[in-house]
Nanobody
Framework: QVQLVESGGGLVQPGGSLRLSCAAS????????MGWFRQAPGKQRDMVAT???????NYADSVKGRFTISRDNAKNTVYLEMNNLEPEDTAVYYC??????????????????WGQGTQVIVSS
């Protein structure tokens, strides 16, 4: 089994910063894409940022220039540095990972796993 454990959420004033972390643990062969998504009350879950193994990144337009995603492959951890936070960033933030597991001799399966979510509230 693979587990993703997030940390770093909380309450912050507009213009402030937070850093989210998400560590993967368990038995797996490799972690491919990792990413952060968020879901505000009454809204769908949207992509915030993604990062592949090589470090190439992709961001939602609403967070470009304010958020930075990074990963430490040795620690199986993905981070989201959030700066200049706005009230509109308030949401539950979820990390996700595309994980390759071994299912047999030279056989692999890729599955997407999600963290439990961490609340971010931006309010004065």
């Amino acid at each position: 089994q693979v587990q993703l454990v997030e940390s770093g959420g909380g309450l912050v004033q507009p213009g402030g910063s937070l850093r989210l972390s998400c560590a993967a643990s368990g038995s797996f062969f490799r972690i491919d894409n990792m990413g952060w998504f968020r879901q505000a009350p009454g809204k769908q879950r949207d992509m915030v940022a993604t990062i592949i193994v090589s470090g190439s990144t992709n961001y939602a337009d609403s967070v470009k220039g304010r958020f930075t995603i990074s990963r430490d492959n040795a620690k199986n951890t993905v981070y989201l540095e959030m700066n200049n936070l706005e009230p509109e960033d308030t949401a539950v933030y979820y990390c996700s990972a595309a994980v390759m597991t071994v299912i047999g001799p030279s056989k692999y399966r890729q599955s997407t796993y999600w963290g439990q979510g961490t609340q971010v509230i931006v309010s004065s």
